[in-house]
């Protein structure tokens, strides 16, 4: 099992940025690709960026590409999630997710291990 705490969430003007971060405990040997998702009231999850644990390798959505940024620290067991240029349509929950299987990054079925959200408010 994989637990994952996402943490950093919060209220930003629109324009500004925020990092979240999202630490992982027990066997994090096992994972291989960590995701980070989100999911506005009323409207389905929606994939955000993914890194694959063993090459660093890094997936984006075409809306995410050039404001949100993922890396990882593997020391840490934590990725970071660093987001600018925020937008009132980024208000969200925001899930960080993790894999056993190099799935499709951008899949949630994908993934096997989820926290239980940041909320990020962007204000207009």
């Known amino acids: 099992q994989v637990q994952l705490i996402e943490s950093g969430g919060g209220l930003v003007q629109a324009g500004g940025s925020l990092r979240l971060s999202c630490a992982a405990s027990?066997?994090?040997?096992?994972?291989?690709?960590v995701g980070w998702f989100r999911q506005a009231p009323g409207k389905e999850r929606e994939f955000v960026a993914a890194?694959?644990?063993?090459?660093?390798?890094?997936y984006y959505p075409a809306s995410a590409k050039g404001r949100f940024t993922i890396s990882k620290d593997n020391a840490e067991n934590t990725v970071y999630l660093q987001m600018s240029s925020l937008k009132p349509e980024d208000t969200a929950r925001y899930y960080c997710?993790?894999?056993?299987?190099?799935?499709?990054?951008?899949?949630?079925?994908?993934?096997?291990?989820w926290g239980p959200g940041a909320q990020v408010t962007i204000s207009s």
């Open positions: 997710a993790a894999s056993r299987v190099y799935g499709l990054p951008s899949d949630s079925t994908t993934y096997h291990y």
């Open positions: 890194i694959n644990w063993s090459s660093s390798s890094t």
């Open positions: 027990g066997r994090t040997f096992i994972m291989n690709l």
